[in-house]
């Protein structure tokens, strides 16, 4: 099945461009017309992605992050974020809520504040080659006003 509609974007990982991914994303689904609340929660979890990337996948050097978007007639939006960095050597441990590999001034609630805002979230990564995160989660249908 083809979805309705597709954007692709890639971004060096710099933490100045996660408003830029945000943003972007957001533009994409206003299309959808999402209730602020789904807009929020969207923006929220690409967010976690991104800075994944940004802070555990290109650690001490700057990468590509690349992001797609598509929008299927049934009411799902699929975002994919990829990266290229170093991957992760355990996808399991490393979804654990409190597990991280950032330091002390990291919190590793990424992954579960993504679970906690999508319906859905994928993991697949390579060690060093680079993680996917696919989020997909289902809009809510509201009727269109006639005016």
Known sequence: MKP?????????????NEGFARATVAAFLAQEDPTVSELADIKTAVSEAVTNCIVHAYRDTIGIIYITAKLWNDGVVSIKVRDQGCGIEDVEKAMEPMYT?????????????????????RVKSNPGKGTSVTLRKRLERRPVANG
């Open 4 to 16: 309705k509609n597709e954007m692709r974007v890639s971004f060096l990982s710099c933490s100045a």
């Open 101 to 121: 590999t950032g330091g002390d001034e990291r919190a590793g609630l990424g992954f579960a504040v993504m679970q906690s805002f999508m319906d859905e979230v």
